[in-house]
């Protein structure tokens, strides 16, 4: 068959770049790469595609050498085209032109497994100050004057202290791991079958463990509130329940962050297309970052505000998973319309 060798004559004929022709059949420039070196071939709705693309015979495109007798005369514009492809892609050339090898998948997998560590310590760590925060501040409630203003600023510094630490790693492993997708933008199939153990459990004992959080804490602040459990003072230990409830719920969510980590390493193919999509990002992909980000850092400001005018930091946390579920939906919508 000539399907490799008349693609790219008809691709450069016609004055398409690589990148130009994947987008237009809504393929990645991998897989126009692969099928313009034989690597692998088109499927029947792209082969169709790219019939009417070109305006030649299904026959043709594959039986017929139509580079016969019209090489010579397209050679400038040949030349012309392969200088387009390169310059636009410069860092990942070999990788566009279908010369970049596949990383390992244990080394894929030895970065993974580092990335998702990092990230679900620093998710914890963004909760747990806020617990030792609530905690502080119920503690203050025994204290007289300045001592008990004192903790309460403690608690303060508590969760900007524990939140720039999460900051730190988020940006830390984040880096790593953009840095590690540029240098690596394939990475080969794993040859076996790498399901996490148990995963469904895992992920449904953490699921159920935040249900029975939620429980403790609403029983407790009710027992404590009908003065059925006696305390030395009502809001210190209503600020100790809350406390616990969130030390909790820090540690399930991060369990929750590492699992989903972990099971999404195994879908390849899926980090191969973000990588592709990352190099070459479309309009849409740039306002969601944008418009996320800006949420973000709104809900940062909140807390803050909350936290430092009146004083609110244990209600003003509920801003992170408000501002994250926002960006959920923002990006569910977008990719619905694309």
């Not at 392969?82 to 032109?97: G, K, M, R, V």
């Amino acid at each position: 068959m000539y399907i490799s060798k008349n693609l790219q004559f008809l691709r450069k004929r016609e004055k398409i770049t690589q990148e130009d022709l994947a987008e237009k059949l809504n393929v990645s420039r991998q897989s126009v790469s692969k099928w313009e070196t034989g690597e692998a071939y088109p499927e029947t709705d792209k082969l169709l595609a790219l019939c009417d693309l070109f305006d030649v015979s299904l026959d043709g495109l594959m039986r017929t050498d139509l580079t016969d007798g019209a090489a010579v005369d397209n050679n400038t514009n040949d030349n012309n085209i392969i200088n387009n492809d390169t310059d636009s892609n410069s860092q990942n050339t070999s990788a566009a032109e279908g010369g970049v090898k596949a990383t390992d998948y244990a080394v894929y997998e030895k970065h993974i497994n580092k990335f998702s560590r990092g990230i679900a310590i620093g998710a914890l760590l963004i909760i747990f100050g806020v617990a030792v925060c609530v905690a502080l501040s119920g503690y203050s409630f025994i204290l007289n004057g300045t001592a008990g203003e004192i903790t309460s600023i403690m608690g303060g510094v508590s969760v900007i202290s524990f939140t720039a630490v999460s900051v730190f790693l988020f940006v830390l492993f984040g880096q790593r791991n953009e840095s590690f997708k540029k240098a690596h933008p394939i990475v080969a199939e794993p040859i076996k079958s790498t399901e996490i153990k148990g995963f469904a459990v895992k992920m449904a004992a953490l699921a159920s463990g935040i249900l029975v959080d939620v429980v403790y804490l609403i029983v407790m602040t009710s027992l404590i509130g009908t003065n059925i459990i006696k305390t030395v003072n009502e809001d210190m230990a209503t600020c100790y329940v809350t406390a616990s409830f969130l030390a909790v719920l820090a540690f399930i969510i991060g369990g929750l962050v590492y699992l989903g980590i972990q099971h999404n390493k195994i879908a390849v193919g899926e980090y191969n297309k973000q990588t592709e999509r990352q190099r070459h990002p479309t309009q849409r992909d740039k306002v969601v970052g944008a418009v996320c980000g800006a949420v973000m850092l709104t809900a940062t400001a909140i807390f803050m505000l909350l936290g430092f005018i009146g004083n609110y930091w244990h209600p003003a946390w509920v801003a992170f998973p408000v501002g994250g579920i926002i960006c959920g939906i923002i990006n569910l919508i977008l990719n619905a319309k694309k």
